[in-house]
């Protein structure tokens, strides 16, 4: 899907402006990557640590999307895209089915350090951006974005969007016999992610006939989570979800 097709994104999209960013800014990033990275180090997904140096993220800077992207393009084919702020669903689907995930550019500031109530580039760029490294990931999340698009009915979205939110949000992977995480609400949120490991959230192996009818709630730490046992399972329950959605059974 082509830039010119991003009808509904079009006028979220603009361009980040990095000399703008201050001392101070770095400062609170390197702040935030140091708080979280030796849990990520300990509970991170293999595949996000290996993200995280692929797309040459820094502990001590800003990220500089078109940087990332060059790095990332050649990798899956997906682009850091700067929007202006949080994007309406048909806008948001519509760049996941063209490969550009769209980064917030502003930072939480000093005093909003554990959680801000809209995404901003920490939570964009280091809960989300090393996962699009990985070609199955990568290929999951445009597939996710290409059946919303196709997707009119409210109902199924509704469904659909719990699907992200226990994957692409708050998603559990096994490996070698341990839990990791990989969903970017956990990777960037310090308290979620030693909710999960402190054993304070029920763990559940991954369906998506209940993934699909647990509702999701923002205002408190998650007591349910799912596990799957690789990212090939989510590429496979894509199908699934892509199946039931086009016959109005999901």
């Keep these: 899907m082509a830039t010119a097709t991003l009808s509904a994104a079009a006028p979220y999209l603009i361009q980040q402006d990095y000399s703008s960013y201050t001392e101070e800014q770095h400062g609170i990033w390197a702040d935030l ?7 990520l180090e300990k509970h991170a997904a293999q595949e996000y640590l290996d993200g995280f140096q692929t797309v040459g993220l820094k502990r001590d800077r800003l990220p500089n999307l078109a940087e990332v992207s060059a790095r990332l393009e050649p990798r899956t084919g997906w682009n850091s895209t700067a929007v202006s702020g949080f994007l309406p669903s048909q806008a948001f689907f519509e760049m996941l089915a063209a490969r550009k995930f769209p980064t917030t550019v502003w930072l939480r500031s000093r005093e909003s350090m554990e959680y801000t109530p809209e995404p901003d580039i920490f939570h964009d760029v280091v809960g989300h951006v090393p996962m699009h490294a990985h070609p199955v990931f990568a290929d999951f999340l445009e597939h996710y974005g290409r059946v919303c698009v196709a997707t009119p009915e409210e109902s199924i979205r509704e469904r659909l969007s719990r699907l992200f939110w ?40 991954f369906s998506l006939a209940e993934v699909v009818n647990t509702p999701v709630k923002i205002d408190e730490l998650h007591k349910l989570l799912f596990v799957v046992n690789s990212f090939d399972q989510l590429y496979e329950v894509m199908h699934e979800a892509e199946r039931l959605a086009a016959s109005g059974r999901l």
């Design 33 to 39: 990557v140091g708080r979280v990275f030796p849990e």
């Design 166 to 205: 226990y994957t692409v949000e708050f998603g559990l992977i096994r490996q070698q016999g341990e839990i990791k995480v990989y969903g970017s609400g956990l990777i960037s949120s310090h308290g979620e992610c030693l909710n999960v490991m402190g054993g304070h959230c029920a763990i559940k192996e």
